[in-house]
């Protein structure tokens, strides 16, 4: 990097910072930003530049939006007796993408490690229970994954809500045998999980 210019050389090296680039994909796109036509670069500079400005988190759910609230939490159509619970803004956008939920949301900000047992300050606790006190909410649906994580997080948010607010339902996703999977194929921590939470057949 010694005989790159100052510029150049900055710039490469904040972009190889960013996730799946390296200092040489990093240089590659650098070279490419290059070529694009100066107002195309103009652009992408004026749009990080005004990326915090701009968006900021929604007071009711957390997650990132130009307007507070965000349009999920202002949506009138939108059922508001159903909160869904996400670790993070990117499982929001993937149960959006389905189109088949139309509750609420609130994004948790993380998840515990699966040995601590008292909520990490990523876990946006404050929010949920506020939340759950304004008394709108009757269902409470955690969908935190299947990972160890998530199963630590889901017992922790469990017990404090049941402890605080006793007259709302809990539930999580379903968890088991993804659709078009053979039972033969199925890891055994799949397959118990299958077992535990079948269902009628009806
Ligand atoms: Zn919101």
Known sequence: MQRIPEPL??????MARLPGLGPKSAMRAAMTLLKWPEAEVRRL????H???DRLHLCSR???LSDSDPCPICADPVRSRDSLCLVAEWDSLLALEEGNFYKGQYLILGGLLAPLEHSPAESLDMD????????GEVSELILALGATAEAEATASYVRDEVTRRFPNIRITRLAQGIPLGAEVKFMDRETLRQSLRYRQELN
């Open 127 to 134: 929010r949920l229970t506020a939340r759950l006190a304004e």
């Open 50 to 52: 005004e990326l915090r």
């Open 61 to 63: 759910c957390g997650s």
């Open 9 to 14: 050389k900055e710039l490469v090296e904040q």
């Open 45 to 48: 500079g004026k749009n990080i």
